[in-house]
């Protein structure tokens, strides 16, 4: 499809593991973020991938969490040892150039929704 | 610390009724703002976004005003259809002036809005 993928789109793990989540973002959008939304709560800056540079980490509420780019596309969002406050919808999105410029708005995925049991 | 405020969390409108809905800012260096929308289960989609320079931007039945000196912005949506119950974002950033910006949206909590026929 034309938009941002995301998986899978629902998780369920316990705590403890490993996960990973999946965001293929539009093609030709330079610019990829990952949020997350946890219940009651709106969108939480995680990271944030420009081109080459590297990436913003300073949302990432732990070294517990990580993020790769691949060849400037495919991004995988890790998280090691899950608690149960890891529980939340984690969002990607991607855009053409940095975010917020007129015409080059965010587009997100639907989200993957991770719950830790 | 919140830098961007919803302080409704929700509101209910009759079907043809204006819907407004709010949000303020704390940091004055902002100078792009956006809204988007979000029905459950989906990514939030971008809606309309002004510009700093600008006091009011229309798109349709939405209209975006931004208050500087009160570091307010609010949404209007006229008339409103049942189809616009949704939760509402509002999300601001700093712009690079060329069409990029710092990096990443700051996103309020939200506002759901139930449009009643």
């Known amino acids: 499809g034309a938009g941002v993928s995301q998986s899978p789109s629902n998780k369920v793990t316990e705590k403890g593991k490993d996960v990973e989540l999946r965001c293929d973002p539009i093609?030709?959008?330079?610019?990829l973020y990952w949020y997350r939304q946890s219940l009651g709560q709106g969108l939480e800056f995680l990271i944030y991938f420009q081109g080459n540079s590297a990436p913003d980490k300073s949302g990432l509420p732990s070294d517990r969490f990580s993020a790769e780019r691949t060849g400037g596309s495919v991004s995988t969002l890790t998280i090691q040892r899950t608690q149960q406050e890891d529980s939340a919808v984690y969002l990607c999105?991607?855009?053409?150039?940095?975010?917020?410029?007129?015409?080059?708005?965010?587009?997100f995925g639907n989200g993957t929704r991770l719950t830790v049991t | 610390d919140q830098q961007v405020k919803q302080n409704s969390p929700s509101l209910s409108v009759q079907e043809g009724r204006i819907s407004i809905l709010n949000c303020d800012y704390t940091?004055?260096?902002?100078?792009?703002f956006l809204w988007y929308k979000k029905y459950p289960a989906e990514g939030p989609t971008f809606l309309i976004s002004?510009?700093?320079?600008?006091d009011k931007n229309e798109d349709g039945r939405f209209t975006v005003f931004l208050n500087k000196s009160a570091k307010h912005l609010s949404l209007h949506i006229v008339p409103s259809q049942p189809g616009d119950s949704a939760v509402y974002f509002c999300a601001a950033t700093l712009s690079l002036g060329y069409g990029g910006s710092q990096g990443n949206l700051i996103f309020g909590k939200g506002t759901k809005l139930s449009v009643k026929p």
């Open positions: 940091n004055s260096m902002f100078d792009y």
């Open positions: 999105a991607s855009s053409l150039v940095e975010t917020g410029g007129a015409g080059s708005p965010l587009h």
């Open positions: 002004i510009s700093s320079i600008k």
């Open positions: 093609s030709g959008h330079t610019a």
